[in-house]
């Protein structure tokens, strides 16, 4: 049988588990021991356990719940209100600039995590009902921390970008550094929206009759007193991504320092010392960590599969050989990614898709760090695009009294960003792929 025609029956019982709501992890191991039952002999069976083995034997993967505990650390703790807090008094004379406080926010809180849930419900959590409370409209407070929760996957450490590095064997260090500028710039071009979208709204609401809100003030002692308590912090991501960008740590090496800094200052200035909390946080980066694992050990298996029946392979060369221009070719490779983030989260589809993507895309001359940013920027818009964008549900699970409607309302505008995010970075590669080639070792 054509190896294509194996490949879209191994896909269509890979979606069939997918969609009947059994969890990730298993319904790749069953779809690829389903593949393999049909098309290979029992040798290839005998082998699965290897093969999962296979897929989590890998140093570089430490990092992932190493980055989450860091993650957790500053999640369950008041750093994320801190942070929060501090860009809302240096910003708060701005037009929209509790907005954009919060997507500042958002991004340091992002460097810390690299989670966009926890990213969005650690932010949204406080900022959500203070924008509300100063006048921002339904849609446009809950937009921007649906919006703003994304960039957790990009600014790193992200644990996209780590799976992605492992899945294409594409350096996690040079995937890190070449998230940072096009992570400032959709930082920036949310930014530049929330002031033009609060002005507008604010328009609406004295027009209906209802009074502005009375401006605030603080005092150089307040502002400079709270940033003295978040400047640790940024400490911490400037020495994590300082390593990993002069070649001084491997991302391992400095996700391990990283964990171990922000548990010192958290320790230091929110007093996380008692056993229940540690606790907590211990068990809360356990169970993340093993849920990441597990699917990245069957999506393994599941693409070890596909690459034995030559489905892989065959495909990559068919595309390559497509009488068409290859941003035709990218543009559809794009709109695949866009679908399938709209019904799978972004580790799933890069376990999935990015054995089957990379060589299309080094055979049509792609950089394949350039591509891991354009991926991991398509895969934002897929967390904020229904039916299962998952930060819209975070968000609208934080205020219930907000329609999902609305929410994803709010959301559209900054879900149009981030494809004029894409579009930018087509244009310009080496927005991404300039820092990487500045990097030492």
Request: charged content about 10%.
């Amino acid at each position: 049988m054509n190896p294509l025609w194996i490949g879209c029956i191994v896909l269509a019982i890979a979606l069939v588990f997918l969609f009947s709501g059994m969890p990730i992890t298993f319904a790749l191991g069953v779809s690829a021991l389903a593949a393999m039952f049909l098309f290979t002999d029992a040798v290839q069976i005998s082998m699965v356990a290897e093969n999962v083995f296979e897929g989590v034997n890998d140093f570089s993967l430490l990092s992932i719940p190493l980055f989450i505990f860091m993650g957790m650390i500053a999640a369950m703790t008041r750093a994320g209100g801190d942070l929060y807090e501090c860009f809302h008094r240096w910003l708060h004379k701005i037009p929209g600039g509790l907005g954009i406080g919060n997507i500042g926010a958002c991004a340091i809180f992002a460097a810390l995590t690299g989670s966009s849930p926890a990213c969005a419900a650690a932010i949204g959590t406080m900022g959500i009902p203070e924008m509300r409370k100063r006048g921002y409209a339904d849609g446009l407070a809950t937009g921007i921390i649906t919006a703003g929760g994304t960039l957790g996957i990009l600014i790193p450490p992200s644990v996209t970008m780590i799976v992605y590095g492992l899945a294409t064997e594409t350096s996690i260090g040079k995937l890190f550094i070449a998230g940072i500028i096009p992570g400032l710039m959709v930082s920036l071009l949310f930014s530049a929206w929330i002031p033009f979208a609060y002005g507008r709204d604010n328009r609406k609401r004295q027009g209906s009759g209802h009074a502005p809100h009375p401006a605030e003030s603080f005092t150089w002692a307040e502002k400079l007193a709270l940033t003295g308590k978040v400047f640790p912090f940024l400490v911490v991501v400037a020495l994590v991504l300082g390593s990993l960008y002069t070649g001084w740590a491997t991302p391992s090496e400095a996700a391990a320092v990283g964990a171990f800094l922000v548990l010192v200052v958290a320790m230091a200035l929110y007093r996380l010392y008692r056993p229940r909390d540690l606790k907590n946080i211990l068990l809360r980066s356990a169970k993340e960590s093993t849920m990441i694992m597990m699917i990245i050990a069957t999506s393994f298996l599941f693409g070890a599969v596909l690459t034995q029946l030559y489905v892989a392979q065959t495909l990559a060369q068919d595309i390559i050989a497509l009488p068409v221009n290859r941003w035709a070719i990218m543009l559809l490779i794009n709109v695949l990614l866009l679908v399938a983030g709209c019904f799978l989260p972004p580790v799933a589809i890069i376990l999935i898709l990015s054995p089957i993507l990379h060589p299309i895309i080094k055979g049509l001359g792609f950089d394949p760090i350039w591509f891991g940013v354009l991926m991991t920027l398509n895969l934002e818009a897929g967390l904020i695009t229904p039916p299962v964008g998952l930060n819209l549900y975070i968000v609208q699970g934080i205020v219930p009294d907000i329609p999902l409607s609305t929410v994803l309302r709010g959301s559209t505008p900054f879900i149009l960003l981030l494809f004029l995010g894409m579009l930018i970075l087509c244009f310009f590669p080496g927005l991404a792929t300039w820092l990487p080639a500045m990097m030492i070792g």
